[in-house]
């Protein structure tokens, strides 16, 4: 099974600075990688696809880069409904694997 | 808009079955792969199952395998899994969601809870 591992586990950040969050793949997954929102008692959102694309609907201070097996999501001034637990997801080989998270949260 | 409403969950004891389903609306339920995902308290995504959109390709977590049925009726626009000898470690919010590759749309969950 790939294994995917996010960090930190834990970001604390003040509203407007930037966050960058990791995952790293145990092989190479190519950019088959997505990235996902989850605030407390809320289904995901997605935020990224392809390692790197964005649907219509997700705020432009949401970027995505990487490939092969390093990937990260930055968010480029946090605001206050950013903070939340972020996971991401490799869809390159079964199973589906998802990341431990990593919480961003106000510091 | 797309809509996934999940139900069907609640307390179970262990060893038993349920079936959870998921009512798709506001798109072509007929042209999508769809999954289901758990969460068990205070922990992340698990995914658990895959059905294509034909139903001609399914996919199990190792660990549902032999336990689980996903499945899926055109006709109501529906997807199901069928849960059987349920365990404690199955207790979870699980989600039904849209994707071939990402999901990029999910529902709101419904809780499954295995407790004797």
């Known amino acids: 099974e790939l294994v995917m591992t996010q960090s930190p586990a834990t970001l604390s950040v003040s509203p407007g600075e930037r966050a960058t969050l990791s995952c790293r793949a145990s092989q190479s997954i190519n950019s088959k990688l997505a990235w996902y929102q989850q605030k407390p008692g809320q289904a995901p959102r997605l935020l990224i696809y392809?390692?790197?694309s964005r649907p219509t609907d997700i705020p432009a201070r949401f970027s995505g880069s990487g490939s092969g097996t390093e990937f990260t999501l930055t968010i480029s001034s946090l605001q206050s409904e950013d903070f939340a637990v972020y996971y991401c997801?490799?869809?390159?080989?079964?199973?589906?694997?998802f990341g431990g998270g990593t919480k961003v949260e106000i510091k | 808009q797309v809509q996934l409403v999940e139900s069907g969950g609640g307390v179970v004891q262990p060893g038993r079955s349920l079936r959870l389903s998921c009512a798709a609306s506001?798109?072509?339920?007929?042209?999508?792969?769809m999954h289901w995902v758990r969460q068990a308290p205070g922990t992340g995504l698990e995914w658990v199952a895959l059905v294509s959109y034909d139903g001609g390709n399914i996919y199990y977590a190792d660990s549902v395998k032999g336990r689980f049925n996903i499945s899926r009726d055109t006709s109501k626009n529906t997807l199901y899994l069928q849960m059987t000898s349920l365990r404690p470690e199955d207790t979870a919010v699980y989600y039904c969601?849209?994707?071939?590759?990402?999901?990029?749309?999910w529902g709101q969950g419904t809780l499954v809870s295995v407790s004797s």
């Open positions: 506001g798109f072509s339920f007929r042209s999508f792969a």
């Open positions: 392809g390692a790197s």
């Open positions: 969601a849209r994707g071939s590759q990402e999901l990029d749309y």
């Open positions: 997801q490799q869809y390159n080989n079964w199973p589906l694997t």
